[in-house]
Structure formats: structure tokens, C-alpha cells
């Protein structure tokens, strides 16, 4: 059974998943096609969705042929079908894919779900013990260091958006350099570490009902937006992503500082409303100087 790995940057979990097909003696597919080249191979198939779907789709291609396909699961917010059941809407949508095996990012069921699947590729209970054995300190993920807040006669933004899209250089590499050529120091949320956002997501009302994805922007927004040095934040979605859209405008309506909604649209994204919320933070921050 040859099979492949979705190897999404958002995952926190690529290094244990990876090392446990590794130790399982799995026959691992590897992709034929540059993230580029799979991003414009997913556009061309799914031309009307989010640029995470896309990339996703097109990765899973360029696996070639394979008998199944591991994905990890997104967290999802409201209305969110893709987060919520990427691997049931693809097939729907695009026939011919090879079967697509959700697994977890994390959490208490991780261990239950790489036993079922190490059990699907080897039959072999044993090899499966021993495989665990040697990833379960991997499962905790990778440490994150504490980012940077300031940067000298830079004004200091909170970027915050889906892990999904700004953990993929492919999706939202220009945005980075984009905002520091304006001036402005970026801080990302998908780069803290996660049980810092969901702790602070904690202060959410009824957070328990709320979906994993929008506690994850809030729990980021509201982190950052907490720090003296972070003076706005930048809310980030792709195209055609209502779900995400929806959920960052009730981040934004929960924050004390200024906000801008940018949609990211690929290599043809508009980035001028950036230098007019430049502008406005400094103006801010000169009114608070003189004041």
C-alpha cells in the first residue's frame, strides 16, 4: 500500500506523523510537483475556493498515484465546511482521488488515530507499538520560541489569520516583506504557541461552544493586541473564504485597537489599504506623543 503525506506548514505535527510512517517501513510517496506548481494545478480545479483548499488539492496530485492520502485536520470555525470536512468534499468535488484519511493535529485522540492507521498499512500490531514508541515525544509538537515585539522606527502590527494560509510562504509569503517595506514590524499569530492562544482564548464567552479555528484567532488577536508595543492588527483571509471572513470581523469587533480585513487573492493580491492603515497607526501614535 504506497502512501502519501499531506505536508501542510500549518501542521504542527509534520515531524510526527512523517516519523511515524518512517518507522512503520511505510512506502511513502513523495510530490512531483513544486508548491507552486501544485497551487496552480488546485486553482485550476477549484477555481471558486479558498487558496488553503486549492493548495491542499493540488498537493494531494502531486502525490501521483497513491492508495491513500494522510491530511492533517485544520481547526475549523463557524460555517466552515472545508476546515470542517475537507477529506468528504474533495472527493465530491474532484473524482478520482485516492482515498483521504483525516488525522489529528494533537490533542487525546492522536495516539488512538496513528494506532487505526499503523494497523491499516502494516497489520502488524507489533511494528505499530514499536513505531509509537519511538514518536510519542514528538507528539507534544515543536517548541516555539516568544516572538519579537518590537524592532527599532518600526511600528509593530499583529498579523492574525488562519494557520492554513499564513504558514504557507506559497499563499501569504509576500505579506511579510510587503508590511516591512511599509514600515510596519509583523507579528504572526500562527507563530505562538498554541497553549498560549488557547489559554487566553479561555476569556472568550462560552468559549467551550466556540469552534477550534475561531478560539485560535481570537486567543492570537487577543494576546497581541494585549502588548504595548503591537499597535494594530492586520486580519488576514483568502478569497472566497466567507467562514474565515466572518469570524475575523468578530475578532476584530472584540479588539481595542485599529484593525484592517486584507484578503489575500495569490500573486495578484492588492496590498495599497495596507500603506493607508500604516498611516493611521502613525498618525495614532503621534497624537498619543503629543498628547
Known sequence: MKVGFLDSRAARLRGYWSAFLRELGADVAEPQL?????????QQSLSGEP?????????????GRVDAVLLPQPPAVAGDAWGEALTELLPRRISGLPQLIPVPDGGAELEKAATEIGLRLTHNAGRVRLALDKVRPL???????????????????????????????????????????????????????????LSRAERMENAAKVPAGERELFGAASLLSGKSAVRGLVLVASKHDGAHQAALKRVAAKMHKP?????????????????????????????????
Open 34 to 42: 513544486s508548491d507552486a506548481e501544485a497551487l496552480a494545478l488546485g
Open 51 to 63: 487558496l488553503p483548499v486549492q493548495l491542499a488539492l493540488g498537493r494531494i496530485l502531486a502525490l
Open 139 to 197: 507528539a507534544a509538537g515543536p517548541k516555539v520560541a516568544a516572538p519579537v515585539l518590537s524592532r527599532a522606527s518600526f511600528s509593530t502590527v499583529a498579523v492574525i489569520g488562519p494557520r492554513s494560509l499564513l504558514s504557507e510562504d506559497i499563499l501569504a509569503g509576500e505579506l511579510r516583506p510587503t508590511l516591512e517595506g511599509l514600515g510596519l514590524h509583523p507579528v504572526f499569530g500562527s507563530e505562538l504557541a498554541l497553549s498560549d492562544v
Open 259 to 291: 484593525t484592517l480585513l486584507l484578503e489575500l487573492s495569490g500573486p495578484e493580491t492588492d496590498f495599497s489599504a495596507l500603506a493607508a492603515f500604516r498611516d493611521r497607526l502613525t498618525g495614532l501614535a503621534t497624537a498619543e506623543e503629543q498628547a
